[in-house]
T-cell receptor, first 111, second 113 residues
Framework: TQLLEQSPQFLSIQEGENLTVYCNSSSVFSSLQWYRQEPGEGPVLLVTVVTGGEVKKLKRLTFQFGDARKDSSLHITAAQPGDTGLYLC???????????FGKGTSLLVTP | NAGVMQNPRHLVRRRGQEARLRCSPMKGHSHVYWYRQLPEEGLKFMVYLQKENIIDESGMPKERFSAEFPKEGPSILRIQQVVRGDSAAYFCASNGQLTDTQYFGPGTRLTVL
């Protein structure tokens, strides 16, 4: 069973559009991390959120951690072709230390 | 480059051979994690090690797979008598104490013929 469900699984948009990726669970996480992965490479860390309700911004990317620490979202404003990639959310439960990954959202931004 | 390093990046083995994957954690990190990414699946935790100790190997198959993180040198993930189902990308991550954030290496892509 997948602890974290990501949606949508695939997303194809045009340059300049906005988008939101969701990461949901019935479990509570002590922290949640977002990564981006390019084909043939390892996941690259984008952000870590640890406090319920926390919002972090990274240029055009906005990350939010749900109040109950069960869900998170990633919003990209004015997407660019360079944003293309696989976006992964991963959480650590209160009782663990291993990352539980969602299956990812594959984003394609066309010019 | 002080990032997590893995080698080899690509490894081809025939069924029944042994595969050894190496991981050097980020400088100053003493915790190493191994994950496996199968086609069409998310990354799955395999094992968590600290120097000279296996802390949690609950995600690692009981047979043919082993891991170590010696006092000196890289962490090694060893797969004996590989089978086609072992073909996957294997990623190593590391972190230090008092942080949940894990930093990943570029992975080793294992292909079993």
């Amino acid at each position: 069973t997948q602890l974290l469900e990501q949606s949508p699984q695939f997303l194809s948009i045009q340059e300049g559009e906005n988008l939101t990726v969701y990461c949901n669970s019935s479990s509570v996480f002590s922290s949640l991390q977002w990564y981006r992965q390019e084909p043939g490479e390892g996941p690259v860390l984008l952000v870590t959120v640890v406090t319920g309700g926390e919002v972090k911004k990274l240029k055009r990317l906005t990350f939010q951690f749900g109040d109950a620490r069960k869900d998170s979202s990633l919003h990209i404003t004015a997407a660019q072709p360079g944003d293309t990639g696989l976006y992964l959310c991963a959480g650590i439960t209160n009782s663990g230390y291993a990352l539980n990954f969602g299956k990812g959202t594959s984003l394609l931004v066309t010019p | 480059n002080a990032g997590v390093m893995q080698n080899p990046r690509h490894l081809v083995r025939r069924r029944g051979q042994e595969a050894r994957l190496r991981c050097s954690p980020m400088k100053g990190h003493s915790h190493v994690y191994w994950y496996r990414q199968l086609p069409e699946e998310g990354l799955k935790f395999m094992v968590y090690l600290q120097k000279e100790n296996i802390i949690d190997e609950s995600g690692m198959p009981k047979e043919r797979f082993s891991a170590e993180f010696p006092k000196e040198g890289p962490s090694i993930l060893r797969i004996q008598q590989v089978v086609r189902g072992d073909s996957a990308a294997y990623f190593c991550a590391s972190n230090g104490q008092l942080t949940d954030t894990q930093y990943f290496g570029p992975g080793t892509r294992l292909t079993v013929l």
